[in-house]
């Protein structure tokens, strides 16, 4: 298992060299540069564009700041943004845990409600049922993110008044923040009601969010069993007089469980292009709005830091899904 | 036992703190987050909004609800006779905030202003690179690093700021944000314990809210400030809720979640009217939408080619398209709202037939020009590629064959200052502090060809007119300058002036004392709310 584990780990480190490339480099093919877009409609002298530039190191040639970047980040500097003046690090490790939080609970929705619907609907083949959730789960997996939030948010917010609008939790809730995760932090606060805020707060753009990996987990879970199901072992089972419940939640969806974790593992960076979206709705204070302002306002540090821990955190996961693998099926080991 | 009852005890506290904190709240939800809480730093109205607006003051300030000058933390200042010198008394008795973070031992004075300006234009300064990259873009831009010679403290409550060369807007200048005044005992607290970068993140002045927190991209919390000089704030806490997208804006001010909210959706404008818990205030913006010609190609350097071409658009329909009627047909380059304004000058009108013959005496035939686009939505041009087709159908109508172009935004404002460039581009301008020089010398002055002057077009008569009214800080003569300046202007036609736009500002109507500023910036000292 020793040897499994660091053989995933030893892919990582050229895959982490690619992404850091990559990141360097997409945001420097854009047209346009910081320099010029702080001074907005006033133009910037050609002089003071050079001088300014210089001060800032990127005048250099590329691969000279390529490799500056890459040893500053192996020594854990992601770099000081060029608008907030703010290293990118301490940015990141504000804004993720919200993101984090988001998207914990995206996914547990996910896959509470996606693993029993394709299971139900797999074992209930050709029914109503089955018609109904993988009709739903079609318009689920279609559904443009930004108009879906707007239309629950006007529905849900604004004509039933159920839920508030957006934000994390309700603005006469204050607290210093703990662990940057609202749930907890509301908790630790002992702020009466603080907690339930934050709950309401958290509904909608998780529904949001969830919507999608929810989709695709159910069709996945679904098309998964029926293949297992169709399996001898199955028949076996069957024949051998288990109750129908012991036979597809122990012997057939352990293993139909192997393509559906993939997917899950695989719906960790869906989820993370979502939040851009989800976050942007919501006016949640994630890592997604944080990314996209410093794409328009070509702000290389957080573009290349924030790409690079977001590579991280999906390159980690799928190691602990190519884990978990290693745990259900013992055979992927070998 | 005694544990819990503890414990009920102390959330019961936390409780009616949280409640009485919540009491005089005004929630102001904001378009997006600041760069920075140091203003002199950056150039966006977000940043000044949650900065130099609320805990900050200046010399001068712009009054509420107008461009006029009125005295800040100097009660009043003396120019000498060859507009060389700005002598500032300063208040007696201004107090610094009071933080957690930082506890003054003395009250302004004519160290912190020197201080407050020297960082800024002394490449040589201590805190001229307090953090990476700072540019000091405003300071840059209004030309104090080579307008100001030195400053000198007369007195601990007076200063005196000694220019190279006159300059009439100067007072108005310093009204700006970038001219916010520091403290400079904070920044030497921050020097000893290293910890400079501070400065930016967390602001203290001695303006009417006193910063609390900020939680990236999410809230900025402010109070009052007890010691403010103009007297306590009616509201208790200010609060910035971060909503970066307009209709998301709309639905919180509509379900209560928050009292102001800047640049709604024009498609949202009658819907907040409809509210009747809503008042959706509007005022002319402080800016100009134009169409540059490079004046210096062919045939464009010829002014009856201009003014025809001038002609052939019908400015009602674009106005009728893009902004859904809210903006006015623009025939200067600066707004109506701004004093030296010629009302008198007449625009050029709409009436192609006029325009072909025009352009046929001017032996124009089968022209063809490009229009750039802006790629980007702006408050003075909401979809400047919608407008750009309705210009090409109208020029079509006269025989002018029309190819729009784009370019990223940033490559735009570039490319679009060259002055071999090709074609008409199309942008605008925002006043910075409602003084006429701020457009018509800075964008039309022969100085800023191949840069602010788009229209690359350099006229002597014109120029020695702005020129003139720089050096002179009589205002009535100043407006007589500038207004002969626009006859020369509309004669010259350097531009297609479109648009001024209107600005809506939907408020609560909870809120009271809450007055819409012209220069854009959202300001909330003598704003209250109904509890």
Known sequence: MLRFFLGRLAILIPTFLGVSLIAFSFIRLLPGDPVMLMSGERVMSEERHAQIMHDLGLDRPMYVQYFDYLGNVLTGDLGTSIVSKRPVFDDFLSLFPATLELSICAIIVAMCLGIPAGVIAAVKRGTWFDQSIMGIALVGYSMPIFWWGLLLMIFFSGYLQWTPVSGRISLMYFFPPVTGFMLIDSLLSGQAGAFKSAVSYLILPTVVLATIPLAVIARQTRSAMLEVLGEDYVRTARSKGLSPWRVVGIHALRNALIPVITTIGLQVGVLLAGAILTETIFSWPGIGKWMVDAVFKRDYAVVQGGLLMIAGVIMLVNLAVDVTYGFINPRIRH | MKKISLLLAATALASVMAT???????????????????????????????????????????????????????????????????????????KFQTTDYFTPTRELNADDVIFSFERQIKADHPWHKYVEGASWEYAAGMGFPELIKSIEKVDDLTVKFVLNKPEAPFIANLGMDFASIMSKEYADKLTAEGKVAQLNQMPLGTGPFTFVAYQPDAVIRYKANPDYYKGKEKIDDLVFAITTDAAVRAQKLKAGECHVMPYPNAADVAELKADPNLTVMEEEGLNVAYLAYNTQMAPFDKPEVRKALNMAVNKQAIIDAVFQGAASIAKNPIPPTMWSYNDAIEDDKYDPDAAKKALEAAGVKDLKMKIWAMPVSRPYMLNARRAAELMQADLAKVGVEVEIVTHEWAEYLKLSSDVKRDGAVMLGWTGDNGDPDNFLDTLLGCEAVGGNNRAQWCNEEFNKLVKAAKQTSDQAERAKFYQDAQVIFKREAPWNTIDHSLVFLPVSKKVSGFVQDPLGIHRFDGADIAE
Do not use: Q
């Open chain 2, 20 to 94: 009485s904190a919540w009491s005089k709240t005004l929630v102001y939800c904001s378009e997006g987050s600041p760069e920075g809480f140091d203003p002199s730093l950056y150039t966006a109205g977000t940043t000044f909004d949650a900065s130099s607006r609320t805990a900050y003051s200046r010399l001068v300030e712009f009054k509420h609800g107008s461009t006029e000058i009125e005295p800040g933390v100097a009660e009043s200042w003396t120019i000498s006779p060859d507009g060389l010198e700005y002598t500032f008394k300063l208040r007696a008795g201004v």
